[in-house]
Structures are given as structure tokens and as C-alpha cells.
């Protein structure tokens, strides 16, 4: 399993289903237009995947609100 091996990359990012403080980490491998990495967490402790909280939705630059990537 990705989370046991121990050369996956770990994060101390909190879990927010059940608030565990080590995740392992991976990039999207999505073909989207974008080209800012987007990075996905799972919790070590219970399996639940998810985006970082503070990430802001870049949209692009056609316009639709978001953080500017650069």
C-alpha cells in the first residue's frame, strides 16, 4: 500500500475527518490546461483523501475568481 511505504512522501497535513496529523502526498495526474501542481493527501490513520483546505480554485485567466497562481 502507498500510505505504508515508507518512501512515500509523508506531510504533517491534518486530516479533516479525523484530525491525524500525517498524510502521505501525490500530485494530480489529471491532463488539465492548468499547470500549477496540485497536490492530494491521504490520512495515514483512517485513509480519507483530500485537497489542502487552504488552497485557493484558480479558475484561469479567462476569469471566475481564485487565487492568482503566480
Known sequence: AVIGS????HSNMRCP???HDDAVFYP???KRRE??????YV???CG???MDPDLK???GP???GGADPS
Open 62 to 64: 479567462q476569469g471566475g
Open 28 to 30: 494530480d495526474q489529471s
Open 57 to 59: 480554485e484558480y479558475t
Open 48 to 50: 480519507h483523501s483530500f
Open 6 to 9: 515508507p518512501s512515500s512522501p
Open 43 to 45: 490520512c495515514c490513520k
Open 17 to 19: 475527518s479525523c484530525g
Open 35 to 40: 499547470t500549477r501542481l496540485i497536490l492530494f
